[in-house]
């Protein structure tokens, strides 16, 4: 937004800043007056130009200008689209459409001055550039549900239009001003910033060094950089040095698990306690930070969303002078005490600060993401993307959508009185839903896009009937059913448009419904697309490996970085067996669980102390955790329940306490909320089993990805099964060596392990490992592990 003392800022934001007043209102409007709006503006252009060419006169539309000005002590760069753009002989018409909703007779010349105020702006940058002294303004307001339109003339001379515009920059002058005395502050600080800690750790100075070099050169980096080596602070450190000089504007450190959030959170306190100065900000989720019990920002509902826009520019200057890092609950304290709503205040304090710590969705998810930013084909950001491993998965659901035959069915039958072409829309889709099962013949099966047309068409009608009731029956029986399977319908077909070859479709039974899925086989191309419009992406983590798989699934390119670091840790202070003795194919999974009983008893026998067994799935877990109690009943064991919540998770680590005199054996499941995530040093944890290659549960889904990489790049059991499931097992791995200090076990119980496809993408801290045949081979090697280090 500002360099120096200069601002950058588009006139739509400009005006609306100024002149933003009123309620937060987001009652439903239509995802499709949006589009709808575009295709009325182009409706209207189209007919400019024809009546602009039967006079011999020209309609210019879209129309770009700029205006570099100084103004008291900062220089403001503004930049626009005009609408469109008539010359003829009397001069210039600069044209300012909007659409609407409301009746035409309710809008007078004066209704909205934000109008006015936006066409002016235009309206002086060009008569400036164009050095014309008189030009007209039309303001067009168009009625998209009767097609008529309202048109007000206004004929301005550029002394009023100067003055006009001044008074404007004169309004955001003092916000201006704050952004630009808060830079200099900023920069000064980070210019005398040095690294937080007293020293590297090892590799630590090449990881910083090489994030640096990415962002000058406007670059993606792919680093693997295992655990200990300091990777938040890493990222973070010489990113704020770029900001510093100028290479970014600002810095988006994206997540996927809240306990990432706040290692972001501690790395920028540990700067600030060394003289740092940057407003940084965490993004929640609405529905978490939401003060009622519904999120619907409605006035009539909402006590802080009544007069939001009213209020929020007072409560922003506040927080801004009093506070640096903008938590949660900093958020929630002022939006609870000047009564508005902490989710949009969040929102508009990120325009203002210079790190914005947030979840992945907020980038690269189509129905989140933060619009305000990314306006723009390209922006001067810079993203940290933390634990990228991740974003693969969570990429391909951001970038798909799907489809449930029931609900549509159940709203058919609700509305069938009350809004009979609600029940008939929602008729019709289920009823091509139906069509495409039958087609199928009760089978999971793969459809071409063509066999989604007259579903499709049924969808668009479901959306145009939706969005005459939906905007006005608010709170109605059947309100929100509608508006869900609404907002389903318009992001079916919202991925529909852009369904190609990375994409298919496919029909599932799924109890006694159908679920109808587009599914987003290789997310590469959308996130490549995504962060090629940004100043640069740092994707890392101690297990994207191997490197080459991320760096294509992640949208990389051959001209982007790559970096593989080794463990800043002694290799001695590990010990890592393989019992290659045991299959955990499924085939054979009933006759292995008295081996792998055994070898989790000789593993906990060797050393008194923590340890935590991971597996596949729970089937298997709750199998040998059943034989394993039974057997041993002197030995304390946990296991991991499905769907924990937050205290039954807390009380599950509690266990884990620093008790050396306590033995315990926790059970849990790889991928799951205890295999990542989580940090037990010293002798919270000494050791982990891991039984399995962690291969993804066998399903229709991951057979389709499977089938598409084969044929893309001949590697699909490997993207689709073999290096998924090795990513849950090097983390699961991971939670045993948190520190220097630490000292530990990791028996991998799988004969796979051994083989070269598995060990040709072990980690080069794995490859001084050990292969057992037995109990007792494995006894001995522990034995002499845990007697060399005491």
């Known amino acids: 937004m500002n360099t120096g003392n200069e601002i950058r800022i588009s006139v739509r934001d400009l005006v609306e800043y100024v002149y933003r007043s009123g309620d937060l209102d987001s009652r439903f409007v239509g995802m499709g007056k949006a589009i709808e709006g575009t295709r009325l503006h182009q409706k209207i ?6 009546e602009a060419a039967d006079s011999g006169e020209t309609y210019l539309k879209e129309v770009s200008v700029s205006m570099r000005i100084c103004h008291k002590e900062i220089t403001f760069i503004v930049a626009g689209r005009i609408d469109g753009l008539l010359k003829d002989s009397e001069g210039s018409t600069l044209e ?6 409301s009746p035409l007779e309710n809008i007078s010349e004066d209704t909205y001055p934000v109008h006015w105020a936006q066409a002016m702006c235009y309206a002086y940058m060009y008569a400036s550039e164009q050095s014309e002294k008189v030009i007209n303004i039309r303001l067009t ?51 005398d910033l040095k690294f937080p800690y007293d020293k590297y750790r090892k590799n630590q100075r090449k990881f910083a060094v090489a994030v640096y070099k990415t962002i000058t050169a406007s670059k993606r980096i792919f680093i693997q950089a295992p655990t200990g080596t300091g990777k938040t602070i890493s990222a973070l450190f010489p990113t704020v040095k770029a900001l510093g000089e100028g290479g970014t504007e600002k810095i988006f450190y994206l997540t996927a698990k809240t306990i990432t959030r706040q290692a972001a959170l501690d790395a920028i306190s540990k700067m600030k306690c060394k003289g740092l100065r940057i407003k940084a900000i965490v993004l929640t989720a609405k529905d978490k930070i939401c003060f009622k019990e519904e999120s619907d920002c409605n006035p009539e509902y909402c006590e802080y969303a009544k007069g939001y826009y009213d209020k929020v520019n007072k409560v922003i200057k506040e927080i801004l002078e009093k506070e640096d890092i903008i938590t949660r609950e900093l958020v929630e304290e002022y ?8 989710f949009e205040l969040s929102l508009d304090l990120s325009y203002w600060t ?44 951001m970038f798909s959508a799907e489809l449930y035959k029931k609900p549509f069915l159940e709203l058919k039958r609700l509305m069938k009185v009350k809004a009979p072409l609600i029940s008939k829309a ?25 066999e989604l047309r007259e579903l499709c068409h049924a969808l668009r009608v479901f959306i145009s009937r939706g ?119 499924y085939t054979d999974r009933e006759s292995s669980l008295s081996e792998i009983v055994e070898y989790i008893r000789t593993a906990v026998e060797a050393r008194k102390g923590k340890y935590l067994i991971f597996f596949p799935s729970y089937k298997y877990m709750n199998e040998v955790f059943s034989l394993f109690s039974a057997r041993y009943p002197e030995i304390e064991a946990i296991i991991q329940q499905p769907s924990m919540q937050e205290k039954e998770k807390e009380s599950f680590l509690q266990c884990f306490s620093k008790d050396t005199e306590k033995e315990l054996v926790g059970f849990a499941v790889m991928g799951g909320m205890f295999s ?60 045993v060596i948190r520190s220097e200090s630490d000292r530990g076990v990791v028996v991998l119980i799988d004969e796979r392990f051994g083989s070269s496809r598995y060990t040709c993408i072990f980690p080069q801290e794995w490859l001084n490992n050990n292969n057992v045949e037995s109990h007792e081979e494995l006894r001995r090697i522990l034995e002499k592990f845990w007697s060399r280090i005491e």
């Open 676 to 735: 990542e995530g989580i940090d037990l040093p010293g002798n919270r944890l000494i050791g982990a089993v891991i039984v399995g290659v962690g291969l993804p549960q066998v399903c229709f889904e991951r057979d389709i990805i499977m089938d598409f990489f084969k044929k893309k790049n001949n590697t699909g059991f490997e993207y689709a099964y073999m290096y998924p499931g090795m990513n849950k097992v090097m983390q699961a791995a991971g939670r």
């Open 96 to 101: 300012e459409i909007k659409t609407t909703s």
């Open 335 to 342: 939006a609870g005490r000047h009564m508005v709503c902490p």
């Open 141 to 191: 307001y168009y009625n998209d549900d009767s097609g008529e339109q309202k048109v007000f003339i206004r004929r301005v001379s550029i002394e009023e239009l100067e003055k006009h515009f001044y008074e404007v920059v004169e309004k955001y002058y003092d916000w201006a001003y704050a952004a630009c005395e808060w830079s200099a502050l900023r920069n000064s600080s980070i210019r």
């Open 467 to 585: 969005e005459e009731w939906l905007g006005s029956n608010y709170g109605e029986q059947g309100y929100r059913e509608a508006l869900e399977l609404y907002f389903e319908a318009a992001a079916f077909l919202r991925v529909y448009e852009i369904f190609d070859e990375i994409y298919t479709a496919y029909i599932e039974l799924a109890g006694n419904d159908v679920k109808l899925k587009l599914f987003c086989l290789d997310p590469s191309k959308l996130l490549g697309e995504i962060t090629g419009r940004m100043k640069a992406s740092v994707f890392y983590s101690a297990t994207l490996t191997p490197l080459y798989y991320f760096k294509d699934i992640l949208g990389g390119s051959e001209d982007d970085y790559q970096m593989k670091l080794a463990s800043p840790f002694e290799e001695s202070n590990l010990s890592l067996t393989i019992a290659r003795n045991v299959s955990t194919r």
């Open 426 to 450: 929602a008729a019709g889709i289920n009823l091509a839903l139906l069509a495409i099962k039958k087609k199928s013949g009760s089978r999971n099966c793969c459809l071409a896009k063509e």
């Open 354 to 397: 210079d790190c914005i710590i947030c979840d992945y969705n907020y980038i690269f998810d189509p129905r989140v993401s933060l619009r305000r930013f990314f306006a723009e084909k390209e922006s001067n950001y810079v993203l940290l993307i933390d634990e990228a491993h991740n974003l693969v998965d969570r990429a391909r659901e």
């Open 45 to 50: 252009q189209g007919l400019r130009i024809g």
